[in-house]
């Protein structure tokens, strides 16, 4: 055996085998982003367990800055303390905006949300700027609910009058 956690030659190849590492631990961040509120709900790969949830307006004084980017990089720094705990690696990460007859865009809090999981290291002791140890991204999708009918916006017949 190699110092360097190797075998040398189990194959008689030439080339040494590997030891294999801890397995990988992933979940499934949801985003959803609204222009009121950023919401972050970190679960397992099936979706069934919760694992940790955050959203913008637990780390806001006020509500205009809910769904703020510095807000919902918070609340995503809240989900990866808990998962680091919990011994996660990687994330798929799954972005939402309201949709539906409402607006299909993000919020301004998704960017920054998704900035902020994937530049969190997965062990407190390692050098954020080394990028080791940092939790594995792996896809990124977006889930806005989008009608393949008429939806009819609330308001009536003669729309809001304000």
Known sequence: MIADGRLDDDFGDGQPAVIADKPEKWGIAHIFSSFN?????LTDLTGAETIAISS????????RYE?????AMKAANAVVDVARARGFTGFHIRVRAVGGVGSRVPGPGAQAAIRALARATSN???DPDSGLGAFRIGRIDD??????????KK????????
Do not use: E, L
Not at 67 to 71: G, I, K, V
Not at 143 to 152: E, L
């Open 37 to 41: 509120n950023t919401i972050i709900h």
């Open 56 to 63: 913008g307006g637990q780390h806001s004084n006020a509500d």
């Open 67 to 71: 769904s703020s980017p510095f807000a």
């Open 124 to 126: 407190k002791d390692d």
């Open 143 to 152: 889930v806005t609910p989008i009608p393949h009918d008429t939806s009819r």
């Open 155 to 162: 308001g009536g017949k003669r729309g809001r009058r304000v």
